[in-house]
DNA sequence: CCGAGTTTGTGCATGCGTTCACAAGGCGTA
DNA sequence: TACGCCTTGTGAACGCATGCACAAACTCGG
């Protein structure tokens, strides 16, 4: 799903699965609440507890970032907090620039926990003149022509696409065409970047299509499969 | 990631692989976009190219629907919309409640994506006395303690969580009381659901600390593994 | 009716991810 | 120091997903 980022053969050392890499954050975020009730180490059980996953796969996972365990005791909180935060590139800070200021882009730049991790929304993008100059989450709106100056400014890596689907390849093109060399893309559409860029996608419709999915299952399929097509020619799904 | 649904021993037949379920809303996507350009047809290679994946995939995807498509002909557009439709439940329509109206959840009422695919948003749920009463996109918010009411009322059977972390598994609590079998989390906390409840979660910013990993990396690690630790015992995650 | 061109459907090989099960290793107590 | 207890780290087996490559099957033109 994410491009590819520089192969590297040898062995175990420095390869770190994606399905791992995915999963450290869920362990970050546990093991920071386990150290809020004050516990100085955890076991590989108690941390799958608390992350939702089984103990083995926690041995695995953390196996890939080094031996940091102690046989018969576990694992040192503080000091796991701190290898996955280095690991994941969250002990040094991170600009982000969030483009496309309707309901969904002011809901991300009010977002809390960004900033608990490091992450921080430098600049505020839009095309709408009415919004340019407005003030969201004491960050000043600016407009999309300005991108190439805020992306220098800032020095920021990572962009954010909260903009209608028809609007998004041409943002993604002058955020990659500025610089930024990450984009996190919640438009509900295929988006294509060249070699070098990581793309991510959070697709809210997709996720509830699954859902759909499972839940109809449970009752049983209402149309017997490759039935009365011809009945429903105009199907649920219309328009774009 | 997703709980169970009944395992089904038996052949190819009836038995969709999680990954394929995943891609088909991405497909269904890209069909009625070809649909509205007035195309008829559509080869396993032009709806990859749609899709941002590739054609032996697709081919494989759809053949787990069954035999939908014309050998040197490619796919009826329309029909495989209309099967698609149906194979993820699409034909009838959802209802969704929306617990929690933060930023989040104002954004996720007023999100068109929904409505398009048949979801409807039936109730907005908060425990917020001061929003109870208010009308969010057309939509009176009422009390989390109205739920079992609630959900009875408009055959909820879909939960949407955006509500803040501590709140968040109480929350899920009542919804799976009061008959919800399918939730989607957007609180940053690992849920628990007893079998039988499908739980899809969509965490912001775990997706930034996964780009956030292949940042560093792109960079070169600035820190050499394993090092340095004593030098900033208070890890750039320090609150909940 | 035949042959060239096109595209599906799938068997097979490969690779990644998960899980089991256990040896290796560290701690505490006597 | 020696012994028993506990937990990590990992080899190995298994299963799922991906991608290749090709036979089967359909269309169209002559």
Redesign the interface.
């Known amino acids: 799903m ?1 491009a590819q ?2 192969r590297r053969p040898r062995g175990a050392e ?1 390869g770190i699965p994606e399905a791992t ?2 999963r ?3 362990y ?3 093991l ?2 386990l150290a ?1 009730s004050a516990a100085a180490t955890v076991s590989s059980d108690g941390l799958a507890a ?3 996953v089984n103990s083995a796969k926690v041995r695995k996972d953390l196996s890939h970032l ?1 031996s940091y365990g102690t046989r018969g005791v576990g694992y040192d909180v ?2 796991l ?3 996955i ?10 600009s ?1 620039a969030i483009v496309g200021l ?3 882009g ?3 730049a ?2 809390g ?2 900033a ?4 921080r929304v430098a600049a505020l993008v839009d095309t709408d003149r009415r919004r340019v100059g407005e003030e969201v989450a004491g960050v000043v709106v600016r407009h999309l022509d300005d991108l190439d100056d805020i992306v220098a400014e800032h020095g920021v ?2 962009g954010v696409i909260a903009t209608p689907a028809h609007a998004a390849q041409d943002v993604c093109d002058r955020l990659v065409r500025a610089g930024v ?4 893309n919640f438009a ?5 970047v060249p070699t ?1 860029v ?1 793309l ?1 996608k ?17 009752a049983g ?3 017997p ?2 039935d009365s ?1 011809e009945a ?2 105009t ?6």
């Open positions: 994410v980022s520089a420095r890499v995915a450290l954050p869920v970050l975020r546990a920071v609440e809020e608390a992350s939702g080094g503080q000091f907090i701190y290898q935060s280095r690991e994941l590139g969250l002990t040094q800070d991170w982000v309707g309901n969904l002011h809901a991300l009010n977002y926990g960004f608990q991790r490091g992450f890596s990572i060399t990450s984009i996190l509900p559409v295929v988006l294509v070098g990581d991510r959070v697709d809210l419709s997709i996720e509830l299509q699954i859902l759909s999915f499972h839940e109809q299952r449970k399929p209402l149309v499969p490759g097509y429903a020619r199907p649920a799904a219309a328009s774009s």
